[in-house]
């Protein structure tokens, strides 16, 4: 195991702007970066490999409902979530006013 480098602030800064990349490129794509941080990230901490591994299977979902034409819209009322609100959590099932 190598030592560990501290990285997590610009990490954060990384995740967020790739994060509206996510909304212009859709989740299946969204889903490939995060295998791929999976894999950098297990060699340096099982408590981001966890969190990761969450973020994936949330993205699972989200291309489920994509595939079913739902990815976007809210759950509960059915209207289209903000762009704002899916740059900052891509897998949201439901819009601001209902989460
Ligand atoms: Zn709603």
Redesign the pocket.
């Known amino acids: 195991m190598e030592p560990r480098r501290d990285r997590g602030g610009g990490r954060l800064t990384g995740h967020a702007s790739r994060q509206s990349e996510w909304v212009a490129r859709g989740p299946s794509w969204a889903a490939t970066r995060w295998a791929a941080h999976g894999d950098r990230f297990s060699s340096t901490c099982s408590r981001d490999r966890a969190a990761t591994r969450e973020r994936i299977a949330e993205l699972d979902d989200a291309l489920r409902r994509m595939d079913a034409a739902t990815y976007g819209v809210?759950e509960?009322?059915r209207?289209p979530i903000a762009e704002e609100r899916l740059a900052v959590r891509p897998f949201a099932r439901?819009?601001v006013?209902?989460a």
Do not use: K
């Open positions: 809210c509960r009322c209207q439901c819009c006013s209902c």
